[in-house]
């Protein structure tokens, strides 16, 4: 039998200490927010989809076109889910869209698939229009109908990028059934797109969806203005909480399919002979340009993107390795 002497027994512990910390902190290092060149991950190359999944629909097996992403190049702090400290809910409130009705939960719940490893999750919260009212325009929007979005993040270990995709639709008043309108997942996506970049007139939908072979069958956006397809970029800046915020959007071809197929709603929100969607999804990238004078930039990732909790910074008790040669006879 091997007799431990004081320094033993106190040692011991203090090395099991270091070793546990050690071994989590190697957990957890290769876990944290990728950033891919595109700025998120097709959810197709995981077995994801981009239109949602909802619970009953008629015909079953209906869903609405995940239609934006917030890239994961987008500023880290954008990228957690709170609203303190620029996050994404602040940034949500710089172009009035809030959180539901006095915090309540109106509706069924849809879930996506992001392709991340999560399998089919459900939303993350409903944000509504808030007319320019932060604490109870949403309430407004929930009566009255407006534009509207749902989102995920992407942050399962096959893709942990910590993207954001929405689901966006503008949609009639509630004693119309929320309902969508004519050409709605459409237009929802624009106005967003309008407001989140501070645009002064509405972004022309309808020029955008044209059934052109660019749009349908290309895999790169036309560059060139005047020409068939050209798909325009919109740059501008928001503010909130004393953040203020610059978001580039582009439309990215080929995750969506410019049709109707499998599209909720798609009998009203067909017009003028067009499928329900145009297929196009607005890439937003958003970065952070003023910040409250006490704060300061956030520079590491989330290693949940959806939590909104900081990373865990570890301190490795370094008075502890002088120990180590005579932990281990």
């Not at 989809?49 to 909802?54: G, K, N, P, V, Y």
Request: glycine share 10%; net charge neutral; with cysteine.
């Amino acid at each position: 039998m091997v007799l431990l002497n004081g320094a033993h027994v106190l040692a011991y512990p203090l090395l099991l200490i270091l070793c546990a910390q050690w071994s989590f902190a190697r957990r957890h290092s290769s876990k944290r927010a990728l950033i891919p060149p595109a700025g998120y991950i097709n959810p197709a190359a995981g077995g994801g989809q981009m239109l949602t999944s909802i619970p009953v629909t008629y015909p079953a097996g209906l869903g609405e076109p995940i239609n934006a992403i917030i890239s994961a190049k987008s500023d880290p702090a954008v990228l957690v889910n709170q609203e303190i400290s620029g996050g994404l809910l602040n940034y949500f409130l710089s172009f009035n869209f809030s959180i539901e009705c006095l915090g309540q939960h109106l509706g069924g719940d849809q879930s996506a698939n992001l392709g991340d490893g999560n399998g089919f999750q459900n939303e993350t919260a409903v944000i509504r229009y808030n007319y320019g009212n932060p604490h109870t325009g949403s309430c407004t929007e929930t009566i009255q109908g407006g534009n509207h979005f749902r989102y995920w993040i992407q942050n399962g270990t096959a893709a942990n990028t910590g993207a954001i995709f929405l689901a966006v639709s503008y949609e009639q008043s509630m004693t119309a059934g929320h309902d969508i309108v004519p050409n709605g997942y459409d237009f929802g996506r624009d106005w967003l797109i309008g407001n989140a970049t501070s645009q002064t007139s509405l972004i022309p939908t309808l020029d955008l969806s044209s059934p052109t072979p660019a749009l349908t069958n290309s895999t790169t956006n036309v560059t060139t203005p005047g020409s068939p397809g050209f798909l325009p970029q919109y740059t501008g800046s928001t503010s909130y909480g004393n953040y203020t915020y610059q978001t580039t959007t582009t439309y990215i071809q080929n995750l969506l399919q410019n049709s109707s197929t499998g599209i909720n709603h798609y009998i009203t929100v067909e017009m003028d002979g067009r499928p329900a969607i145009d297929g196009l999804v607005a890439l937003l990238e958003v970065q952070i340009t003023s910040r409250p004078n006490t704060s300061s930039p956030n520079t590491t990732r989330p290693q949940k993107a959806s939590n909104g909790r900081k990373n865990i910074q570890l301190m490795y008790p370094l008075f502890l390795l002088p120990l180590l040669p005579a932990l281990i006879i």
